[in-house]
Nanobody, 131 residues
């Protein structure tokens, strides 16, 4: 299983950036791909995920509005579009894959609250928001 996150870099406050997550080697019936981030000295936090079966998207409440997750099935790639960025968005951004549905855990949003529930991780890509 390989998840290759890319697209990070330096962006000015108010700017936009699109991250990519190339997925390979994962079972075709995997459940979801998610995006997380971890700022220096902080816990890893969930941003968004996209369900494989129907492409439905989900966001952590605090991330709604400025982040958009999408996918290109032909390229086996999931994207995270970020806009109106600020210094608090500076972090390492990770994509992750979940093999199975949440089951007894309940709604898919539970998965965004617990990074340890994901099965595979990319290496992360650094995003720095600074003038």
């Amino acid at each position: 299983v390989q998840l290759q996150a890319s697209g990070g870099g330096l962006v000015q406050p108010g700017g936009s950036l699109r991250l990519s997550c190339a997925v390979s080697g994962f079972p075709l019936d995997y459940y979801a791909i998610g995006w997380f981030r971890q700022a220096p000295g902080k816990e890893r936090e969930g941003i968004s995920c996209i369900r494989n079966s129907d492409g439905r998207t989900y966001y952590t409440d605090s991330m709604k509005g400025r982040f958009t997750i999408s996918r290109d099935n032909a390229k086996n790639t999931v994207y995270l579009q970020m806009s109106s960025m600020n210094a608090e968005d500076t972090a390492i951004y990770y994509c992750a894959a979940r093999a199975h549905d949440p089951g007894r855990l309940g709604h898919i949003l539970v998965l965004l609250k617990a990074w340890e529930l994901w099965d595979a991780w990319g290496q992360g890509t650094l995003v720095t928001v600074s003038s």
